[in-house]
């Protein structure tokens, strides 16, 4: 996986309200009956980077501002500072046209969010961030034991009333049950050619999406060893894939 190097580590970290257990998951427990699972996330789980970096906002006019900013995966929002305020970026109507933290280019692409532009050109390569939750809620058996019961809760994004205000994403516990919430990290890829979106996890997924250059392809991961799970390989397909069109 690409999530900066902090992904590699495995770090166990006690909250009064859940565990976590790794960087890329976390499980948290508790019976509130209003949940925010962003107070309660870790840190270097819900957010692309360790902490804010230089990034530029490219205006659709062309003009750019450079700020302190982070990619909240967990409300797939950028968050940067200005004048104290936590502004929100990258909403469907916003006059942005991408924003770039280092080498990282990111956009925001019709119904799919905030995606990361690996490649940009007649074939276009898109890295999705995402943050999949589930629930699932406690039952207290004999002698102090817990088991599991079928999710009866759900998240919700609550968007906020002004733009200067981050969105929440919460948890509604009508009947105050005890809970799992569990949180891991995901990532998938977009290709796009004539204007149609694939999602692509596997090999076999771009050999159909490209299946008139099906052999070419197969023969290229296999020689090139392409990981899957790596952003950088998956990018190299895609630019190998330009040169068969």
Aim: net charge negative; aromatic share 10%.
């Amino acid at each position: 996986m690409n999530k900066i190097n902090l992904k590699l580590l495995i770090v166990f970290f006690s909250l009064t309200s859940g565990l976590l257990t790794a960087q890329e998951r976390q499980t948290i427990r508790t019976s509130n009956s209003s949940i925010n699972v962003g107070e309660l996330a870790n840190y270097e789980l819900q957010y692309l980077y360790p902490e804010k970096t230089e990034g530029t906002v490219i205006y659709s006019d062309g003009e750019k501002e450079v700020y302190k900013l982070n990619y909240n995966i967990l409300a797939d929002e950028i968050h940067f500072r200005y004048d104290d305020d936590e502004i929100r970026v990258f909403e469907a109507d916003a006059p942005i046209e991408k924003i770039t933290v280092g080498d990282d280019t990111f956009i925001y692409y019709k119904e799919k969010g905030i995606l990361e532009v690996l490649h940009s050109e007649k074939i276009t390569l898109y890295l999705k961030h995402k943050i999949n939750l589930s629930t699932l809620p406690i039952r207290r058996g004999a002698y102090g034991g817990t088991d599991h019961t079928s999710s009866i809760a759900e998240a919700r994004v609550h968007q906020p009333s002004s733009p200067h205000q981050k969105s929440e994403v919460r948890i509604d516990n009508k009947t105050q049950q005890e809970m799992d919430i569990t949180l891991r990290y995901n990532e998938s890829f977009l290709f796009v050619k004539n204007g149609e979106t694939t999602e692509v996890r596997r090999r076999r997924h771009v050999l159909r999406k490209f299946s008139d250059h099906r052999r070419d392809i197969r023969s290229y991961c296999r020689e090139n060893n392409i990981d899957f799970d790596e952003k950088d390989d998956v990018a190299k397909l895609a630019q190998y894939i330009e040169t068969l069109y």
